[in-house]
């Protein structure tokens, strides 16, 4: 196994069988690190707790909820805004953030009472929501509170609303991961099956594992109305509670991220037998196959394709000439858990780069064996890596951008390395054709940015040339490239909006006649 041995954990020999470099002919039973084990001690992970997971990326895109954190405040704070889940409610789970404040006194005496009278408050504050989830952390979990049974007291005495229990207290599993899988089955097995919704399509699915980050949800929302197809619910970004109660009714669950919400699809086949079918958000490619699948399962490709031949034509020209400016570019792939693998392929062949390096924090084995798997000769692997394996990693690779979350990013720009936020983007969405182009042109922006030209000066001691002007960021990505390439009248740079999102929540659904109502009119 071609094991790479990170110089600042040569103390932690443990860590050696953690990251790998793949070689010509490697496979997955030659290459491939130790993953999802519990963090090794003196190695300062950049892993979320369960606590963490479970709130932070599953329960709180519920955009109808008061998330309730019952316990210390500074909880609460931490998985607060981090992610730009934003909602058509005008983002209400993201203005807004509750918590205990539990503290020591409530450590020695209990704390269910505090818990009662912030669950009446809440809503007596927010009087326009009746639904609510609440999050058990460490502190209330050590010292035995029952919220299942304040909940159930709250929900007697105030009738119409509904609470929802999440028992995952951070130290409930290895990393965030655990977290994801403790909301799943509670949620099936306390609220699916309690709501009756109403059918309005021939063709109805769950889009399951798909967290609307700055829009993603919406983008494919709208690709699937166009083709007649009624979204039961969305676990759980733009979801709400009531739709997710729904899911039972669903025939198809349609699954973007397997690594948080595979669980609650699973059991949904093995309790409802609803099937399950995998699909891919991002990228030319991998989304029209998966339009195509789903198009295929209910017989109905000609919508789909009509939908894939639209997008292309808009949308390739705008692609390809990003990709004639960033092929070759080396990207440090780390993104935390599924994306590596959903982007490894699909930006190596559709945008050009050069996929270098991929590392996981929450992901299981099998997110690394898909990882390595689509990436090429030298990439390096790494499995849940800590601050100064990072350094060297970037040290040794030198990628020209990196796709990871805000603490590893911060540090990859001390180092003078652009990064791109892959948890919650820079300007996204970045599902679908249009949201495609988005993220190709924000890899460009940030591999081709001035600022990082002029970051290596040091003003105090170098000579700074003064005889030019502005330096844009054409004239650094057009400077080898072929005139023709160059000054194409076909190729254009991205010409959508901003703000794409406000315009699809105006759109008006096209209307297919279901085959029930078809045939009762005949």
């Given at each position: 196994?071609?094991?790479?041995?990170?110089?600042?954990?040569?103390?932690?020999?443990?860590?050696?069988?953690?990251?790998?470099?793949?070689?010509?002919?490697?496979?997955?039973?030659?290459?491939?690190?130790?993953?999802?084990?519990?963090?090794?001690?003196?190695?300062?992970?950049?892993?979320?707790?369960?606590?963490?997971?479970?709130?932070?990326v599953?329960?709180?895109?519920?955009?109808?909820v008061?998330?309730?954190?019952?316990?210390?405040?500074?909880?609460?704070?931490d998985?607060?805004?981090?992610?730009?889940?934003?909602?058509?409610?005008?983002?209400f789970?993201?203005?807004?953030?509750?918590?205990?404040?539990?503290?020591?006194?409530?450590?020695?005496?209990?704390?269910?009472?505090?818990?009662?009278q912030?669950?009446?408050?809440?809503?007596?504050?927010?009087?326009?929501?009746?639904?609510?989830?609440?999050?058990?952390?460490?502190?209330?979990?050590?010292?035995?509170?029952?919220?299942?049974?304040?909940?159930?007291?709250?929900?007697?005495?105030?009738p119409?609303?509904?609470?929802?229990?999440?028992?995952?207290?951070?130290?409930?599993?290895?990393?965030?991961?655990?977290?994801?899988?403790?909301?799943?089955?509670?949620?099936?097995?306390?609220?699916?099956?309690?709501?009756?919704?109403?059918?309005?399509?021939?063709?109805?699915?769950?889009?399951?594992?798909e967290?609307?980050?700055?829009?993603?949800?919406?983008?494919?929302?709208d690709?699937?109305?166009?083709?007649?197809?009624?979204?039961?619910?969305?676990?759980?970004?733009?979801?709400?509670?009531?739709?997710?109660?729904?899911?039972?009714?669903?025939?198809?669950n349609?699954?973007?991220?397997?690594?948080?919400?595979?669980?609650?699809?699973?059991?949904?086949?093995?309790?409802?037998?609803?099937?399950?079918?995998?699909?891919?958000?991002?990228?030319?490619?991998?989304?029209?196959?998966?339009?195509?699948?789903?198009?295929?399962?209910?017989?109905?490709?000609?919508?789909?394709?009509?939908?894939?031949?639209?997008?292309?034509?808009?949308?390739?020209p705008?692609?390809?000439?990003?990709?004639?400016?960033?092929?070759?570019?080396?990207?440090?792939?780390?993104?935390?858990?599924?994306?590596?693998?959903?982007?490894?392929?699909?930006?190596?062949?559709?945008?050009?780069?050069?996929?270098?390096?991929v590392?996981?924090?929450?992901?299981?084995?099998?997110?690394?064996?898909?990882?390595?798997?689509?990436?090429?000769?030298?990439?390096?692997?790494?499995?849940?890596?800590?601050?100064?394996?990072?350094?060297?990693?970037?040290?040794?690779?030198?990628?020209?951008?990196?796709?990871?979350?805000?603490r590893?990013?911060?540090?990859?720009?001390?180092?003078?390395?652009?990064?791109?936020?892959?948890?919650?983007?820079?300007n996204?969405?970045?599902?679908?054709?249009?949201?495609?182009?988005r993220?190709?042109?924000?890899?460009?922006?940030?591999?081709?940015?001035?600022?990082?030209?002029?970051?290596?000066?040091?003003?105090?001691?170098?000579?700074?040339?003064?005889?030019?002007?502005?330096?844009?960021?054409?004239?650094l990505?057009?400077?080898?490239?072929?005139?023709?390439?160059?000054?194409?009248?076909?190729?254009?740079?991205?010409?959508?909006?901003?703000?794409?999102?406000?315009?699809?929540?105006?759109?008006?659904?096209?209307?297919?006649?279901?085959?029930?109502?078809?045939?009762?009119?005949?």
């Amino acid at each position: 196994m071609p094991y790479h041995e990170f110089d600042c954990s040569k103390c932690l020999p443990e860590r050696q069988k953690h990251a790998v470099t793949k070689g010509a002919g490697d496979n997955l039973a030659t290459a491939l690190p130790l993953g999802y084990l519990n963090t090794i001690p003196g190695s300062i992970s950049e892993r979320g707790c369960a606590y963490c997971g479970a709130k932070h990326v599953i329960g709180t895109p519920m955009k109808d909820v008061i998330h309730m954190s019952h316990g210390p405040v500074g909880c609460t704070y931490d998985t607060w805004q981090t992610k730009r889940y934003i909602s058509d409610n005008n983002n209400f789970q993201l203005k807004y953030t509750f918590a205990t404040d539990v503290r020591e006194k409530h450590i020695v005496f209990g704390a269910e009472g505090l818990l009662k009278q912030n669950i009446v408050e809440a809503f007596k504050a927010c009087p326009d929501i009746k639904r609510m989830t609440i999050y058990q952390t460490c502190a209330t979990a050590l010292i035995g509170d029952d919220i299942n049974a304040v909940a159930a007291e709250v929900m007697e005495e105030m009738p119409d609303v509904d609470i929802f229990t999440c028992n995952s207290p951070g130290f409930g599993g290895p990393s965030q991961s655990g977290g994801h899988h403790k909301i799943n089955i509670a949620w099936i097995n306390d609220k699916v099956g309690t709501v009756e919704p109403e059918i309005t399509s021939d063709y109805v699915i769950n889009y399951v594992g798909e967290y609307n980050i700055q829009g993603d949800q919406e983008v494919m929302l709208d690709y699937f109305t166009r083709m007649g197809i009624q979204v039961l619910s969305t676990f759980t970004g733009n979801g709400t509670y009531d739709g997710l109660r729904a899911m039972h009714r669903a025939h198809l669950n349609v699954l973007e991220c397997a690594r948080s919400a595979e669980y609650i699809c699973n059991e949904l086949r093995v309790r409802y037998g609803i099937p399950r079918l995998d699909i891919d958000g991002f990228g030319f490619e991998p989304l029209s196959q998966s339009l195509r699948k789903i198009g295929m399962f209910f017989g109905i490709e000609d919508r789909a394709e009509a939908i894939i031949a639209e997008e292309t034509a808009r949308w390739k020209p705008e692609i390809d000439w990003y990709k004639e400016r960033l092929k070759g570019k080396k990207v440090c792939l780390w993104p935390g858990g599924s994306k590596l693998w959903h982007w490894a392929h699909a930006i190596e062949e559709e945008m050009g780069v050069k996929v270098v390096s991929v590392y996981t924090k929450f992901g299981h084995q099998g997110d690394m064996e898909k990882g390595i798997a689509r990436c090429g000769e030298d990439a390096l692997a790494i499995d849940d890596p800590n601050e100064l394996e990072g350094l060297e990693a970037l040290e040794k690779l030198q990628p020209d951008i990196i796709f990871t979350g805000k603490r590893p990013g911060e540090v990859a720009k001390k180092v003078r390395v652009p990064y791109l936020n892959a948890h919650a983007y820079h300007n996204g969405p970045y599902k679908g054709f249009e949201g495609w182009v988005r993220f190709a042109r924000d890899i460009y922006n940030g591999i081709y940015s001035p600022m990082h030209q002029l970051s290596g000066l040091d003003i105090s001691k170098d000579e700074i040339p003064a005889d030019r002007g502005f330096v844009t960021q054409r004239m650094l990505s057009d400077v080898t490239l072929p005139e023709e390439i160059a000054k194409s009248e076909t190729l254009r740079r991205y010409t959508g909006k901003d703000d794409i999102i406000s315009d699809l929540r105006k759109k008006n659904a096209p209307y297919f006649t279901p085959i029930v109502k078809a045939e009762a009119a005949e």
